[in-house]
């Protein structure tokens, strides 16, 4: 069974750049796993920000930008704003998409 | 509008069976994989199943924590993606998500989710 691994919390200050991992035990994470990360604030249904390593969806804010760095998924979000503060996760495909396995989820302040 | 609305949680007893429905609108759901994923209370997200479309053969998979378990099914006629969970445990109390997307196609909406509780 894989395991996904993040950060599970990181801080930013308003206006900052930071970058939040993905890391799976199989292995360096490729875009064969079709990277994806979701932000899920309080009470409310996950949104996918991020799909196939780096395409953003219509409605992701254009701070928000995904890439593979050093072997792991990456989500890089610069320019924080407080509406930023929420939970992300990365979701990894696996066994030829058969399988997906969500990271454990990254809990981001803004502050 | 894309809209993924989902139904039939409620408190069960361990044992028990439950089957939820995803009910869609707004695309063509014949042409779209389905994924069920869950969140128990206060943890992380997990992945539960998935049934492709046609095109791909309406083939399912599942997570190792529910195979055998649960059942995913589409009905294209009816726009509706269905979970059936027999033998329910504690520990499949969750808040359970159904999502466009999964294989094929990207993940992209989210329903609002239905709690299921397992619990004596």
């Known amino acids: 069974q894989a395991v996904v691994t993040q950060e599970p919390s990181l801080t930013v200050s308003p206006g900052g750049t930071v970058t939040l991992t993905c890391v799976s035990n199989?292995?360096?994470?490729?875009?064969?796993?079709?990277p994806y990360w979701f932000q899920q604030k309080p009470g409310q249904a996950p949104m996918t920000l991020i799909h196939d390593t780096n395409h953003r969806h219509s409605w992701t804010p254009a701070r928000f930008s995904g890439s593979l760095l050093g072997g792991k998924a990456a989500l890089t979000l610069s320019g924080a704003q407080p509406e930023d503060e929420a939970d992300y996760y990365c979701?990894?495909?696996?066994?030829?998409?058969?399988?997906?396995?969500f990271g454990g989820g990254t809990k981001l302040t803004v502050l | 509008e894309v809209q993924l609305v989902e139904s039939g949680g409620g408190l069960v007893q361990p044992g028990r069976s439950l089957r939820l429905s995803c009910i869609t609108s707004g695309f063509t759901f014949r042409d779209y994989p389905v994924t069920w994923v869950r969140q128990a209370p206060g943890k992380g997200l997990e992945w539960v199943s998935f049934v492709r479309n046609k095109a791909y053969g309406g083939t399912t998979e599942y997570a190792a924590s529910v195979t055998g378990r649960f059942t995913i099914s589409r009905d294209d006629s009816r726009s509706i993606a269905y979970l059936q969970m027999n033998s329910l445990k504690t520990e499949d109390t969750a808040m359970y998500y159904c999502?466009?997307?999964?294989?094929?196609?990207?993940?992209?909406?989210w329903g609002q989710g239905t709690l299921v509780t397992v619990s004596s």
């Open positions: 999502v466009r997307g999964g294989y094929g196609e990207a993940f992209d909406y």
């Open positions: 199989t292995g360096a994470v490729t875009s064969d796993q079709y």
């Open positions: 979701l990894l495909s696996y066994n030829g998409v058969r399988s997906w396995v």
